[in-house]
Structures are given as C-alpha cells and as structure tokens.
C-alpha cells in the first residue's frame, strides 16, 4: 500500500508540475477559496516597530495590508495576544508590550491597532480573524518588566512555570509563564478573554496558533503535579489529563464564541504532525504525545470550523508536504482544512541560502492543495515573507500575476448549513469623474444577512449579458466590499459598454447567486475625464422637476454634443433634440420635455442627463416629481 501510496503521489506531483511548466498555475483559479497570511506582531516581527510614533504604525501596517492585498490575500490573521496582553483596548490584559516597549503603557496619541486592522482589511474585500496565543503568559522576562495588572502578577495561582532545558546555554535560567490548562479558572478566564473580543469588536474569525502546553525544549515545573492531584480524578495517565484538559477549553471557547454570534468563524494552526509516523512514512514530533495536542478532537465538534496545520516542509522526506496535506485533508470531518504554507522558507532574510526551498517548492504547494479534495486553500507564514521587496525567489510575482490574480471569496463552509442570502436590490451604475460608481441596497428578507458583497462587471458592446453567467465567471469578480457601493476606476482605462452585477455574501460564505439572481445594469464609459469635456457651467433647472427642465453651460462652438437620458438601471430612454435650442457664442441654452423617446412621460424618480462628445462624458441626476 505504501508503494502504490507513493506511485499515485509521484505522478500527482509530477502533473502538477507539468502544469506550472505549461501554464503557470490551473487555468481558472477557484472563486471560493482561503488565501491567507499571518500578520506576526510577537517581538515586532511583522509589525509594530515600538520606536515609531502611533502615525508611523498606522502607515507601517496600511503598507502591509496594501501590499497583501496586491498579493491576492483575502484572510488575514492578525495577531491580537501573545504574553496574555492586548493589541486591542481591554480592561482585562494590559496592553502589549509590543507597541510601545513598555507593557501596560498605549500608543500615544491612541490609536486601537485592531479596530485599525479591521479596518483596513473590509476595505480590501479581506476578512480578518483575532489570532491569539492561548496559554502564553511571559515569553521571557527582560528590561520592560510585567505590568501590575499582568495576569502572572494578579493571579499567580492560575501560573506554571515552564523552564528551558534544551541546548542553547544562553537560555539556561529562561523561565517561560504559562497560564496553567489544568485548572478550570484559567481556562475560563482566557475563555472570557475571547468572549470580550467577539463583543466588542467585529472580527471575522478567532484563530489560535499551535501554543498550548510546551515544546520539548521547556519542562513542566513540578506544580502540574499538584494541578493532576487536585483535578486529575477519573484519569488513568496524567498525559490523558492533559490532552483532556486542552480539549474542553478548545470546546468551551468555541461554544462561547457561537453563543455569542454565530457569524465568527472559529480555527486552530496545530503543528503538522499529529503522531509520529501517522500517516506512514511521516517522522517527527509527536503532537499528541509531547504537546498533548489533539486536533483530531477538535475537529469532531460541532463549533469548531477550520484547521491549519503547519506543513512548513517540502515535497519529499520524512515530513513530506504532500502526504500530511492528504492525511490532514481524510481527517477532516467536514470541516476546512488550509494547510499552513512556510512562505518564511523561501526569503532569504529568513532562512539560509543553502536551505531554502527552491523556487517551485511554494507554488507546487498551492497547486496541490487545489487539486486534493477536503482542501479549501492555504495561509502563508508570514505576511513579511509576501511582500514585494521580499528575496523570496519570485513568490510575491507568481501569487500577484498567476495564483491569486483575480478575486476569491474565502471558502463557504457547508457544515454550517447552506441558507444563502437574497440578491441586492436597486443596484444603479453612473460615471463620475473617478470612475464608475456603483450603488446596491443591502437585501433586507432571506434566511441569512449579507455582510459583503460580491461585485461583478463585464464589457460588451454586441450583447446583454446573463447575469448567471456573470457571476458564475470568478474572471468577472472585481471587487469584495464590506459596504453597498464601490467604484471601479478601472473602467475608465478602456472605453466602452459595462455590465455590472452585484450579490451578497454571508459571513460563511454562502453567495446569493445560488438561489435569487442579481439585477444587471449598464454604463457607457468613455476613457477622457470629466473635464476634457468641451463644454463647462453645465445647468440643469428646475431640479426637482414635473414636466420640464432647461440645459445651458458654455461650450466650444467647433464640438459636436450628443445629449441623452437613463434611468437608475442604466437604460437609455431618450435622446433630447437640441436643434430648437438656442445659441449665443460659446454658450448654449435649451429646453427638454420630460418625456422618452416614444413619447410617455418620466415617472417620478431619479435620472441622469448625459452630455457625450467622443469618449468623454458628463452626467447629472436630476429628479422627476408629481
């Protein structure tokens, strides 16, 4: 079976392969798929630099959320709490060292580094999810101290001590703090930690990463022994206490969160190995036996949805990429599985030149996480490593023009139910001088609300589109927008006939395209801005009107103007004559009958006049009353 395992392995690769020599990647990247990046804020790996001023943060953080979404990132895990502290406002954590060099001390002017982060993300169509260490305390005690209200100061009673005993002679007298898994007070209490966040802030996802009891390079002081004493009844083995003891606060803390809102997404970045060899030919660290990590659990409760193992090997090998991703992939329980992509292995400002993952090695990753069946997409460690200037043998290009250059929602998650939202309503397409403004209300029916939106445009001068083949195209996804209006700007590169559809999508994933079709309007783009226009001191009066309005505006007397009438739908009904106008030089003045073309009178509502002269153009709404 091993064999025959790694023959099917072989030639999976090798076709992969010969698709990335043929092509580049598959030819249509999927429309629902994760695309995530961790952003590292423990000891200002990604972000924040302490030394900068609150102004300097800001702009340093919209560079890399700019930066990931060039990217093609549409997730992005934000690292809220690393030593029991706060990149957030909180009344129960002081705020982190990290921003400031001083623990409990906040930026200054203030500013909230995750409200920011939320922020930032909505506006580039990307979800954010809290990521949080669960159990870390104090990484390490130097010159900035523990602030008085550090939970290791507070409630020392809910602390284990965990002391370095590995081979590194410089962290010999290293004392790591955790907050101690055994006892039910400090799992509620980090469970309370995370009740808080999903409060107060709208976050799209709670992530924890892999720290829960220590690496093997740290020993449990002496104090668990008294923790199993005391809550340790009914359990043969203190590593079965153990492994229990994780697993109720990885339940707990995700009933809480969907009590809560049940909108929040919840997920896990284990390490890659379960158990040493599992599945067969894997050689390493033993999660569930060392760490007392037991992610298999996890992923039979029913709150629980989304892992992200840390594969951050290569093909081949005694931890080979392909094997875990497909054991993690059969383990899944309905469940998303993104494996986790070392991305930090490719940049040679992270890892050495001799070591270092060859240029193929990260896309090989991703083409065969797309094409293994229980796999929905990736998250890359870590957002530094993804970036332009990044040494990382070409990967920023290859995600940017070939993997992830169009549009992708995050993956709908069936195990949550399939209750699509409705189609927007009154969707309305006009040119401004920035582009094509687009505009939707938000559907107020169906069994669930969307909370984005996916925004879909075509060119076509010879027909009318069909608005399921519009946004059945992932080709034609422009834009994901948090809000009921977007501009596209784009446009305004290549004149001609726009298409524009729009539908909802709620916080799981779920499109309004599957059960109620969206609206289709158009707009005529011309590539000249507004004021390339011959004409200026357009008027248009009365306005609101009932029957009539009056144009006039200034105009050079050698332009040929063509003026024409839509509605909110972007249909054309009338083309005013101005030959019965009136003309004095460098001026022009006449009047129009709100009727269309064949002669019926506008009905109240809202309408553009539009002045043409080649590709240029310039509209103003007026409105018709009784």
Known sequence: MLLRHKVLRFLSQSLVLISLIAGGASAQAPKHEMRGAWITTVYGL????????????????????????????????????????????????????????????????????????????????????????????????????????????TRPDLILDVRYKGSDSNLEDTVVKILNPGIPEAREYISAVVEDVVTRYDVDGIHFDDYFYPYPSYQI????????????AGFLSQENWRRDNINQFVRGVGAAIRAIDPDIKYGISPFGIWRNGVPQGIVGLDAYNVIYSDPLDWLQDDNFDYMVPQLYWKFTGGQDFGLLADWWASQANGKHIYPGIAAYRADAATYGWSTRYASDEVPRQIEYSRATSGIQGNVFFRASNLRPNAANLGLSDALRTTFFNGKAFTPYMQHRGAFPPDAPENLTATQSETGVFIRWDPPLTGFTQADRFGVYRMRSDAF???????????????????????????????????????????????????????????????????????????????????????????????????????DVLGRRLATPDVGSGTYSPGSFQFTFTLRDDSGRRFAPGTYFMVVRSGHAHKSIPFTVVR
């Open 46 to 153: 990604d972000w924040p630099n302490t030394s900068h001023t609150s102004a300097q943060q800001i702009s340093s953080l919209t560079s890399i959320f700019d930066d990931l979404e060039s990217a093609g990132i549409n997730a992005v895990f934000f690292q809220i709490r690393s030593e029991a502290d706060a990149l957030y406002f909180s009344l129960i954590e002081p705020a982190s060292r990290m921003l400031t060099g001083t623990m409990g001390l906040r930026p200054d002017p203030y500013y909230d580094p995750l409200e920011l982060a939320i922020d930032l993300a909505h506006e580039r169509g990307m979800e954010l999810h809290a990521w949080m260490n669960p159990f870390r305390a104090m990484s390490s005690l130097g010159p900035w101290g523990l602030s008085s209200n550090h939970i290791v100061n």
């Open 221 to 232: 002081g002496i104090e668990d022994q008294s923790t199993f004493a005391t809550y340790g």
């Open 464 to 566: 009318i589109p069909d608005s399921r083949d519009m946004t059945n195209d992932p080709a034609n996804l422009i834009a994901i927008s948090w809000s009921p209006e977007f501009v596209d700007t784009d446009a305004l590169e290549v004149a001609g006939r726009y298409f524009y559809a729009v539908t909802g999508v709620d916080p799981m994933g779920f499109e309004s395209q599957e059960t109620a079709l969206s609206e289709v309007v158009v707009a005529d783009v011309g590539t000249e801005k507004h004021g390339a226009l011959p004409i200026s001191g357009m008027g248009l009066y009365p306005n609101p009107s009932q029957r009539e309005v009056q144009i006039s505006g200034h105009i050079e007397r050698s332009s040929s103007l063509l003026f024409e009438v839509y």
